[in-house]
Nanobody, 121 residues
Framework: QVQLVESGGGLVQAGGSLRLSCAAS????????MGWFRQAPGKEREFVTS????????GYADSVKGRFTISRDNAKNTVYLQMNDLKPEDTAVYYC??????????????WGQGTQVTVSS
């Protein structure tokens, strides 16, 4: 129905940058709320950021605010996560998510497979 595929993860030194991409397919994806969650080994999944259908409404976890930027290109059905000034504590598997309602209202209905981000010190 809706498929999400992340890319762009990798290994980066502290202070560096990465840009993650999430390619979406399926009906009505351009109207969906989309965003990113992450999960580090042994820890709970946590919310990172979200964006509404227009791209004008965004939200960020306090831990990433000012360093990460979410954007979307509805013509390409793609969501991006620009990550700057990366820190070792940002190391996690990053998952793209989508839903017809705001992502924090419930567990999102659709998830990507995840992409590993590793930040070395």
């Amino acid at each position: 129905q809706v498929q999400l595929v992340e890319s762009g993860g990798g290994l980066v030194q502290a202070g560096g940058s990465l840009r993650l991409s999430c390619a979406a397919s399926g009906r009505a994806v351009s109207t969906y709320f989309m965003g990113w969650f992450r999960q580090a080994p042994g820890k709970e999944r946590e919310f990172v950021t979200s964006i509404d259908w227009s791209g004008g409404g965004t939200g960020y976890a306090d831990s990433v605010k000012g360093r990460f930027t979410i954007s979307r290109d509805n013509a390409k059905n793609t969501v991006y996560l620009q990550m700057n000034d990366l820190k070792p504590e940002d190391t996690a598997v990053y998952y793209c998510a989508a839903d017809s309602v705001p992502l924090k209202r419930r567990s999102p209905l659709y998830w990507g497979q995840g992409t590993q981000v590793t930040v070395s010190s």
